[in-house]
C-alpha cells in the first residue's frame, strides 16, 4: 500500500492490538483490490456431492460415535454466542421510536396479541408491574404498548435488547423456563458427553458479556448437572484484538476517529483463532439460537450423533492410508484406490493429475488427505437465509466441496447466478470437525484458510462513509482447505430464533 504514512501513536496502537504492519498493509490492499468472486463449478446435491444415508447407515454411524465416546477421547461443543440480541428486536425498536402509540406493523401486532406465550411473559409482567404500577394486560387495555415495550428492551426493565442472544429466556417448561445456554447444556450432554461423564462447551462471548455468562452458569449448573448426570466443564472466549481489521475511507486510507485508527471485529471468520486454541479431538460446532425444548430434541440428538459417527468412520480409513503411506512407495492400484476415495468420499477432485504417477502421486494424495476433516450437515432449502453448499475451483486446478454465501458468488453474471438457483440445500450451521492428524497432532488451523476470500461493506460512522472488512466466514473461507463432506439431515433439526416472533413457532412452544 502506497502512502502510507503512519505515527508513533499509531504503531504503539498496533503494538497493543497485536496486528502487524504488513497485516495494516494486506488490509487497505483489499479494499483498493477487492475480493474475487469464487469459481463455481455447480451446487452440491444429493446426486452429486450430498450423503443421503439409509437407516441402516445411520444406524451404523451412532454405533461408531457411541464407541468413540467409550473411549478416552476429547470432545468439545463449540457455541458463538458473542453479540447483542437487539436485531431480534428490530420491528420493536421501530415502533418505540415511531411517532404511533398503536402498533401498525403486522409483526408487533402479533407480538402483542400473544405475548402471554413468550417464556419471558412472567418475568416482563413483575417488571411492568414495578415500574409502571400496572401488569401487561393493564398497560395494554390503556393503550401503553410502549411502556410493555421499553420494559422489554431498555435498562430501566429485562434489557433484552441490549442482553446477548444466549441469556434471553427462550422457552417454557413446567418447572422453569430456559434460556438457549441452558439449552445447549441439556443438549450436550445427549452426544458430547465423555466416558467419565464430562460434557466440555466452550462458548464465545463479548468480553462485557462474560461476567453474565459465568453468573447465569452457576445458577443453574447444580440442578442441570443432576437432571441430566453430567460434569459440565465451560469455557469461554472473546474474538482477540488482533483479528479486528482497519475500517477505510472512501480513498482506501485508514479511517480515524478522532486522529486515533479506527478498527472493528472481523466477522465471525475470526473465530478460527478460538477453534485453533482448543486442544482437542471433536469439535462439535452450533449456533447459540439454534436450540428446541426437550420434548423435540430427539432429532436433533440422532443426527448430531450421526454426522460425528460419519466424521469418525471417514477419518479413521483417511489416516489408514496416510500410515501406509508413511511405510514407503505404494503401487500404483493402491495409489488409485487412494484417489477414488479422495474424490468419492471426501469430494477432492483432480481433473489435472493423469500425469502423475508413483512417488508424484503419492506426495500429492498425501497433501489432500493430511488436513482437517469436517462433516456438515446440510437441510433442503426453504427459503431461510444462509449459505449453501457448492463445488469451487481452487487455484491449483482442483475442485473441492464449499459453504459458499451469496456475496462470494457474481450473481452479476447469469451463468453463475443460475448455479446458485439450482441449489437445493442450505447451510445450517451443524458441523463436527476433526482437527487432529494421523500422528495425533493437533494440526494448526489458521494453516487452512483462504485468505483471498472476505467481504466489504459500506457503514456511517459520525456522519461520514466507511468501508469495513469482514475476514473469511468461519465456515466458509476460513475452513476453505479442510477436507468437507455434506450430508443430508432434516428440516426438523434447524429451529433458529432470529426475531423475536420465531418464538411463536410451534417448536418453541
Partial sequence: MQNLTLSQADLLQLKEKGISELKLKEQLNAFAKGFPFLSVVSSASVDKGILHLSHEDISECLHVWDLYLEKNHTIIKFVPASGAASRMFKDLYEFLDGKSELPQKESVIEFFEQIDKFAFYDLLDGTCEANEGADIASLIAAGKYKSVVDNLLNAKGLNYGSLPKGLLLFHKYEQENRTPFMEHLAEGSFYARNKQGAVHIHFTVSGNHQPLFEKHFKEVVDDFSTAFHADYLISFSEQKPSTDTIAADENNQPFREKGKLLFRPGGHGALIENLNDLDVDVIFIKNIDNVVPDALKNPTIIYKKMIAGLLVKIQKQTFEYLRMMDKGQLPEHQLQEISSFCEKTLNNLHPNISGLSGRALQDYLKCKLNRPIRVCGMVLNTGEPGGGPFFTKNQDGTISAQILESSQIDTSNPKERSKMAQS????????????????????????????????ISLKSKSGKTLKALELPGLWNGAMSDWNTIFVEVPITTFNPVKTVNDLLRIVHQ
Fill in 424 to 455: 437445493t440445500h442450505f447451510n445450517p450451521v451443524d458441523l463436527v470437525c476433526g482437527v487432529r492428524n494421523y500422528k495425533g497432532e493437533k494440526f494448526n488451523l489458521t494453516q487452512y484458510v483462504d485468505k483471498d476470500t472476505g467481504f
